[in-house]
């Protein structure tokens, strides 16, 4: 390795170069803070003035400080969310609307050519256009009264009053669309006037406009509608004429909307009532309704309205609340900067952020309006309006309420069945069959949980088969769920799961069958009787036993419900409620199966409260803890003399009553409410009196075998049995008898106490009987009840000694 | 905009009653039905504005203003029209001078006093009687009330809708026989118009 030159490493050290030469060019390291103090220190010429090269900024640092600069300089603002974005704070907006809505008329307006309708397919241009449709020279037009059907219909949804006598004007603008250069229309004499819509909160009006807004219609006309025009490349246009002279109808309102989000509600409740009254052919996404949508500004305060500009081009809902924020800032600013506001059209498009100029003031067409001398008036009969009125039945508002009220359903949800009409008329097929399985009548109002659930299944439970992987959906097609999903099977599914014949589970995977199409012939009662899925609940005796199962482990959480009826604790624990509930469901046969949640939270709520609690409280003296008493009761009823005699000293101690209940097994001899203190020790001194003498027989049984060495001599007989049937009561006295004998043969009483603990002798062939029997004496003496020695074979034996 | 009563010129002379209470004496000179019939009492001339070169007089001298056109307001009122802006300064003032005689005219028309009349649309018949038969009843429009079901379960009517197979009679004639230019795209035929820059190249 060749050797580095002292002034060289001397260089790189203290300043930072490195040799250039060589075939890496290497940039210059800036010094180091450490370097150049060191440099400093060591340094005793004065320092050099800093060197005339601009100090060279790294590439990092110099992006990092542009993206800064630029941030700093044209951000963008933070976006405010719509909601909130509603009202500028000292200015006032004013909204009016226009809709044209194509009616749903058999002809055209004023020729017997047919009108296109919704739902039919794709007709050949220009093959649906009469004379009068090209104005061609010499035709005249030809009112067809049917388009008037449609027309009062959506005039009476907006509850305007008809007018008996309208006459039709001209409005003259020359546009290759037009082909006669006016367009017949109302302008001086509509046919309906003065209607109105209310808004409500559940229609989507913003939240400052309080709880209703009425929108004023100022009136409704009927007109033609112009041809369509396709674009092509080069300035030329395809001209279809099958749309001319299709009627609309125009709907003026009165400017008094203040909300971008109301003006947005309002118009998709118009479309709404025109759907629903079947006047409009479809809505405003596909081409059948158009919004325009006059804008103006002015200060709080003042009473003059500002100049209003007209926003046309609105092909969505969301472009017309976005349009109108845009616009109204737009204003806003121009105003703050002191300009003016002109009178124009202006457009929109989608993901735009400001509207665009269209027409300006000095293209604004003069209209001559004039009234059209081919045309008589419409004279409207009064007993048409009325038939038409009568005939029309609920509208959507009314529809709502009775969804709400009668059905139970939420306001929400209510709402979203409205917009989709299949689904609407789905629910109520599926109500029906639903209620004439249940054999329900006209029922009152809210008592519908079997409604709610109908409409909770038909909305979510189908809105999620829609998610499923396995659907196609194609961009025009938007895949019908209600056709593969036959009503009748979803009430039947109903049915079950509301009678509880069926889990909510085995419901959704039933559901899911039908979907699917893979349910036997014979309906959903033959799916569920073939695979058995029918809810058997277990008994109010097994739920008890699981509780006691689950509280025997959870001693802990009782404290908590102990201190909330002590009063100690505010709130009802619920949550622990709900923990125990939950180990109780998966201590139940087959996870949950035949479990139903609520009836085990009813049990264990009624558990905790008449059983768990009270014995947990007959512990009455607080200053006893559980820690002293845990011991006494790990001893097992080895113990119970000894606490009996002290019941006999103190009757009124409280925690060996307590004591006592715990260790006794037999349940004839538990001290409670009908069977008090004095009573058990009468029954226990009989007890004591009866087993005394027991093992006397047994001895002199064993004292007639003790030549046999085989313990099965000495076990069995009779008196053997009827020791251990008298069981824990007798363990004193054998202990009494054989503590300090040493008579081997009469040793076997382990066998003894074996059985009583365990329910079989050992059998054990083993010399030494007294070790055995001395393993009990300290069983008895120190040991916990259950650290009994307990026998088991080879087999059993893990380790190769007695537990 | 302004609206255009149109009067027939006949109200502007009071109607004579046709029965006339009035009786005249007998005159002394006896009348002269080649000089009554010789000299009009009223011309058309009246109601056009005064000129030089007409010596004639007329029998009512009203002052009418009549209001005048500059050449900007024309050029706007061709546009409108959809007419060829005219192409000399002498066919402008043409234009002009006819549209003056024009409103003069109709200044003639407009001075009467039309306060308490109802501005006509048109002739009809506007007795009770003609309203009656001009009227849309439910009778009317039976067929089309008919030709509707009921639908959901609140039993709304609604139009069946049958697609047609074939196109109605008033349907069937040469649609494309009046375009200047047609095109055969797809599925039909469409009109073609051409615009802008297209235009201005031909």
Request: glycine letters at 6%.
């Amino acid at each position: 390795m060749v050797r580095i030159p002292t002034a060289q490493l001397s260089r790189f050290l203290f300043t930072g170069q490195l040799p250039r030469r060589g075939c890496l060019q290497l940039r210059r390291c800036p010094i180091s803070p450490l370097i150049s103090h060191t440099r400093q220190a060591f340094s005793t010429a004065p320092t050099t003035p800093p060197s005339t090269e601009p100090a060279v900024v790294p590439l990092r640092k110099q992006l990092k400080d542009q993206a800064k600069a630029a941030k700093l300089a044209g951000a963008p603002k933070k976006k405010i969310k719509k909601t909130d974005n509603q009202t500028v704070p000292g200015w006032d907006l004013t909204v009016g609307i226009e809709i044209h809505a194509q009616l749903n008329t058999p002809s055209k307006l004023f020729s017997p050519a047919s009108a296109p309708s919704s739902g039919e397919d794709a007709i050949p241009p220009n093959t649906r256009v009469a004379p009068f449709d090209l104005a061609i020279p010499g035709s005249q037009p030809l009112f067809q009264p049917t388009t008037l059907i449609p027309a009062i219909r959506a005039a009476l949804a907006l509850n305007c009053q008809i007018q008996p006598i309208s006459k039709f004007d001209r409005k003259h603008y020359f546009h290759w669309d037009q082909p006669s250069g006016y367009q017949i229309t109302q302008y001086y004499h509509p046919f309906a006037r003065s209607g109105k819509v209310t808004l409500l909160p559940r229609d989507g009006i913003a939240a400052e406009d309080g709880d209703v807004v009425e929108v004023g219609i100022k009136q409704v006309q009927m007109e033609q509608d112009t041809a369509k025009t396709l674009a092509q490349p080069n300035s030329t246009h395809f001209l279809d004429f099958n749309r001319v002279g299709v009627p609309l109808v125009e709907i003026i309102t009165e400017p008094c909307i203040h909300r971008p989000a109301t003006a947005a509600a309002f118009v998709r409740k118009v479309q709404m009532l025109l759907k629903s009254v079947d006047a409009c052919t479809s809505g405003l996404e596909q081409g059948g309704l158009r919004a325009d949508v006059n804008v103006s500004v002015k200060r709080t305060g003042e009473t003059q309205l500002g100049t209003r500009t007209e926003i046309k081009n609105l092909s969505s809902f969301k472009a017309v609340e976005d349009a109108i924020i845009a616009e109204r800032d737009r204003q806003i600013s121009v105003l703050e900067a002191g300009g003016k506001i002109e009178g124009e059209t202006r457009g929109w498009s989608l993901g735009s952020t400001e509207t665009r100029r269209l027409r300006g003031k000095e293209g604004e067409v003069d209209y001559r309006y004039m009234p059209d001398p081919d045309l008589g008036p419409v004279v409207i009969s009064e007993d048409l309006v009325k038939t038409l009125g009568r005939t029309m039945e609920a509208l959507p508002d009314e529809e709502v309420e009775v969804l709400m009220r009668k059905y139970g359903l939420s306001e929400r949800d209510a709402m979203a069945l409205m917009l989709m009409e299949g689904r609407l008329e789905y629910f109520y097929g599926v109500l029906e069959e639903l209620e004439r399985m249940l054999g329900v009548t006209a029922a009152e109002d809210g008592e519908q949980k079997h409604a709610s659930l109908a409409a909770n299944w038909c909305l979510h439970e189908l809105g999620k088969l829609s998610e499923a992987e396995d659907i196609v959906e194609t961009a025009t097609e938007v895949v019908d769920i209600t056709s593969q999903v036959p009503e009748q099977d979803l009430a039947a599914i109903l049915f079950y799961l509301h009678e509880k014949k069926i889990t909510a589970k085995v419901a959704k995977d039933l559901l899911w069958d039908v979907f699917r199409g893979t349910v036997v012939t014979g309906g959903i009662t033959e799916q569920i009787d073939s695979q058995d899925l029918w809810y058997k609940e277990i008994s109010e005796a097994e739920y008890i036993s699981i509780a006691d199962e689950v509280i025997a482990s959870q001693e802990k959480v009782l404290q908590d419900f102990l201190k909330f009826k002590q009063g100690k604790s505010k709130a009802y624990p619920q949550g622990k409620l709900g923990f125990l509930v939950g180990k109780m469901m998966r201590a139940g046969p087959e996870q949950g199966k035949g479990m139903d949640p609520s009836s085990a939270e009813r049990v264990m709520r009624s558990r905790i409260e008449e059983v768990y609690i009270p014995r947990l409280e007959s512990s009455a003296p607080s200053t006893w803890s559980t820690t002293a008493f845990k011991p006494l009761i790990s001893q097992g009823p080895k113990i119970l003399p000894a606490v009996v005699v002290k019941l006999a000293l103190n009757p009124e101690d409280a925690a060996a009553v307590h004591l006592y209940n715990h260790l006794e097994k037999d349940s004839t001899f538990l001290i409670s409410s009908a069977l008090p203190v004095a009573a058990v020790l009468e029954l226990n001194v009989d007890r004591n009196r009866a087993v005394r003498n027991a093992p006397m027989d047994w001895a002199e049984h064993c004292d007639m075998v003790k030549l046999h060495s085989s313990s099965i001599a000495y076990t069995q007989c009779e008196e053997f049995d009827e020791l251990v049937a008298l069981g824990p009561p007798v363990i004193p006295q054998l202990m009494l008898r054989y503590k300090s004998r040493d008579d081997l043969v009469a040793l076997f009483a382990y066998e003894l106490l074996h059985c009583i603990l365990w329910g079989h002798e050992t059998r054990e062939w083993t010399v030494d009987m007294k070790m055995q029997f001395d393993m009990w004496v300290e069983w008895f003496e120190k040991g916990a009840w259950d650290e009994a020695p307990h026998y088991r074979s080879r087999e059993q034996r893990k380790d190769g000694r007695h537990v | 905009m302004s609206k255009t009563r149109l009067l027939p010129p006949l109200l502007r002379h009071p109607l004579k009653a046709p029965f006339s209470t009035t009786v005249h004496p007998p005159s002394t000179t006896p009348l002269d039905p080649q000089a009554l019939l010789s000299k009009p009492t009223w011309s058309i001339h009246s109601l056009l504005p005064p000129t030089t070169t007409t010596a004639t007089t007329t029998t009512t001298t009203t002052t009418i203003s009549t209001p005048s056109i500059s050449s900007h307001q024309l050029s706007h009122l061709l546009k409108l029209s959809a007419l060829p802006p005219p192409t000399s300064s002498e066919s402008t003032s043409k234009i002009l001078s006819d549209l003056h005689s024009q409103l003069h005219f109709l200044a003639h028309l407009q001075s009467v006093d039309t306060s308490d009349v109802e501005p006509l649309s048109s002739i009809r018949d506007e007795t009770p009687e003609g309203l009656a038969e001009a009227a849309v009843t439910v009778d009317t429009v039976k067929e089309a009330l008919e030709n509707e079901e009921r639908v959901g379960k609140w039993r709304r009517p609604r139009r069946r809708v049958q697609p047609a197979k074939e196109q109605r009679e008033v349907e069937k004639w040469d649609v494309l026989g009046s375009a200047s230019e047609k095109v055969t795209v797809g599925g039909g035929g469409y009109f073609v118009v051409r615009s802008g820059k297209a235009v201005a190249a031909e």
